[in-house]
């Protein structure tokens, strides 16, 4: 199409429509049983490989319709298939199929979150959704916003901290005013780390607080930093605690360290991108008893219940400094005369100008499952992991990072490594864990390469520092025994001989 | 659905799809022409009406899939139908067919844009488009990143450019250092505003440089500013030059500003999240002349062409920068020891860690259309607005807020104040502005009322401070003088007795 035309009110059947049709036909959105080998989660080619399968190259001339779906026919084929179950490799994996429907509505209305004026239905969707998950934390005001990704979200939680404190800052910045001081666990997601960069601090600002052999941020040594930090003339500002850590899903102890910030009087913000998802679930809220006295919360409903990339919000009980906070003024954008109640403007509150369009994915799928439904799909996730986490303790060859009986307390990750049998029943020596830490790399490079499973391995400083597997369970597709036995067997079968 | 599935697998068709047929009934991405004024553009309801007649509580009970269909229905009746011609209210409009075809691949793939490992396909569509628009500014090397709005890509030029010159900053932050700061003119997007705070420099380290009559920065104004920054002990450190203002879309004059930089060895970003457009077009190039000579610049092709909400890059003359200022090194996700070329690996460049998959979607309507025709929907859409400024010139009521002649010079947006023939051929006092500057609110009322236009308003404090609209052109759908001459006969029914 090289007469500039949009492509949408063109033929009888517009363009995406027909792609639309070609995820049908491929079953993208859909997982295959574990006993249907035949269907890889991913078709590997190299990057060199699939730069040759691929006409990447763009400029003339335009490709004809029937062009543009083979090349997305081969996009497709050559991409993961994040919605089979054996994709296990991050903390998201499948997509809900109400919250799909969510994000392609949206993508058809093309609209920015900015103000009721251009998305009133989005505006009101989103609110309800913080509002609701406000309640499930425990909070009976405050306020958020929906924000792109939970490196974001976590920013949010950085910024308001120090404008509650210095909102000064917000006029005349960081120079001339002594050190302030981050803490977070050494377990903790690096987007700590990326944002004391570019919001000033620099990384020697982030203390990082040891963790116990579950992963889990100890208090005392928190305590301890703190008291540090104040000994150096530094300033303690905010803690940043984990619920569910990327590697191995510990949640910090929040009611320990919620006593340090409030004799510190230290902003508490709580990372809950990934285990979140507790809150919704009678049996295991408790993991994040206390996230109520924090002062604000990340959560990725896109990870563990399937709500389409991205859906990540941000809460804080703090009713009204989002847009003290952030606020920019803009008289083009935000303008005060218009004909209704401007508060609906979610604008400026946020670093954004434009924002996509991502509480109403989240709102439909909560419509669609209702509180017990999404409890379900957690309650559901939870057990495949202690399932899978029973297995790993049982089974020849395998040997969990977590000591005995701790598994009850993480989030929905089971980290092992895979000894083959050659290195079975030898002495643990340096030697031997060098060569223990090649395993997983050669069993995800096979695995990859056939396949037949998806799996995330990774070193941690205080396991040893050997690379380990790391299985993540998501609600989407739910998981159940035969899934997470093909998922152990297919390890095995891979590993077992190296 | 209180049973936890998915929904995908579940029926002969899954509800995302039958959501797709909706799209399709109601025509949500189609444009009515200018003779059909029975389709509005928005269904206005208040915040408070829309509550009520959106079911918006969450909890239980779940709703069945018919009862999600017609909550579909509604939210989509009453969302605005930014595809249409009559939507004219932002610096995006409708959504390109292929574009969109390519939003609902991605949507229906649901991966993240981190790592080659879970998206080698869209990993490598997103380097080919980047290099492609860095060789169109005249780049032969280099590097860049899809970001999260237009907000975001500046905040990458500004991070650069800070450690480029300090990249002791990412160690030890900004504390005790003298004050560094940014320039920017008065007509710039407020996102530097906002950066400048969540950054740490402070608002009154922006330094808001003075535009001439047509909103472009005046170059001896940057140079005088410059002077008296180093006077009073501060640190200028970069210059942030927009192509396309917001509301005037005014270019900034480049060479110019580029010459004071290098004399004072400022980073130079350019802005161009709204006219970057102009750069595909041999017609209209012209006006990002001296573009080659910055450090970064910043496109939303999500504005003038269409591309799915939301589209905006970054690039960066200097390789090799991105990644050596934002990595964090994190071992779980950009592990080295894998098995491929993991500098195709692009998540440590970015502060986000999930990234949405943008990349892909232009790459696609860049395939349909080619280099010449996305020319020429540059070239229609400049073509629009000029005959809309002439329109405006020579109309009765209409009242140009640029100079004669100097529309020559701005991007795709059309200024001016209507004045209702009560107000016509009066004496201009401040009564008479204050009177004037209540027109533009009550006509915009009157039109998203009845559905048959939206159109922006602002004041600008160097255009009287007195509300004018600002009409703006997009590519999607293409605008030709019959859907001009709608917009200003319907300003004109609307105002003409006010």
């Excluded at 063109?10 to 792609?19: E, L, M, N, S």
């Excluded at 020697?204 to 928190?222: F, H, I, K, Y």
């Amino acid at each position: 199409m090289a007469d500039g035309s949009s492509g949408a009110p063109a033929g009888p059947t517009p363009f995406f429509q027909r792609v639309m049709a070609l995820v049908d036909e491929l079953r993208l959105t859909e997982s295959a049983p574990p006993d249907r080998r035949d269907r890889p989660v991913i078709e590997f080619r190299s990057p060199e490989e699939l730069s040759q399968l691929l006409p990447l190259a763009l400029g003339e001339p335009a490709s004809d319709e029937a062009e543009l779906l083979q090349l997305c026919r081969q996009v497709a084929r050559y991409s993961v298939r994040t919605s089979d179950f054996r994709f296990r490799n991050q903390l998201y994996g499948g997509v809900d199929g109400y919250g799909l429907a969510g994000a392609l509505l949206t993508e058809c209305l093309n609209t920015n979150q900015h103000t009721f004026e251009v998305a009133p239905a989005f505006i009101l969707c989103e609110a309800t959704v913080l509002a609701h998950v406000r309640r499930l934390i425990g909070w009976s005001s405050g306020d958020g916003i929906f924000a792109a990704g939970g490196s974001m979200s976590n920013q949010y939680g950085l910024a308001l901290a120090r404008y509650h404190r210095h909102p000064q800052v917000k006029t005349s910045g960081l120079f001339g005013l002594r050190p302030m001081v981050l803490f977070t666990s050494e377990d903790a997601h690096y987007s700590v780390l990326k944002a004391a960069h570019w919001h000033g601090y620099g990384q020697e600002n982030v203390v990082s607080v040891p963790t116990d052999e579950c992963g889990r941020m100890r208090p005392e040594a928190l305590s301890a930093a703190v008291e540090r930090v104040l000994s150096e003339g530094r300033e303690p500002l905010a803690v940043n605690a984990t619920c569910g850590t990327t590697v191995l899903g510990a949640y910090d102890p929040l009611p320990a360290i919620a006593d340090i910030c409030q004799q510190h009087g230290l902003w508490l913000h709580v990372d809950a991108c990934w285990g979140g998802a507790a809150l919704l679930s009678r049996q295991w809220r408790h993991l994040m008893a206390g996230v109520e006295r924090a002062d604000s919360v990340a959560w990725n409903p896109h990870k563990m219940l399937g709500a389409p990339l991205q859906c990540s919000l941000f809460v804080t009980r703090h009713d009204g400094l989002l847009h003290q906070c952030n606020s920019a003024q803009a008289t083009y954008l935000f303008q005060q005369d218009k004909f209704y109640d401007v508060s609906h403007d979610t604008g400026d509150k946020s670093i954004q100008c434009g924002r996509k369009v991502d509480g109403f994915k989240l709102w439909l799928m909560w419509k669609a499952h209702g509180d017990s439904g999404l409890e379900s799909m957690v309650d559901t996730t939870f057990a495949a992991a202690r399932y899978c986490a029973d297995q790993v303790s049982r089974r020849d060859g395998f040997r969990p990072v977590l000591p005995p009986g701790s598994d009850a307390g993480q989030c929905a990750n089971v980290s092992f490594w895979y000894v083959p049998a050659a290195l079975r029943g030898q002495e643990e020596t340096p030697e031997w864990w060098h060569r223990l830490s090649l395993v997983a790399p050669r069993v995800k490079e096979a695995m990859v390469r056939s396949g037949t499973l998806m799996v995330g391995y990774q070193p941690l400083p205080h396991k040893q520092a050997v690379n380990f597997f790391r299985l993540v369970f998501t609600a989407v597709p739910p998981l159940g025994r035969a899934e997470v036995d093909y998922m152990l067997d297919e390890i095995e079968r891979l590993g077992r001989d190296l």
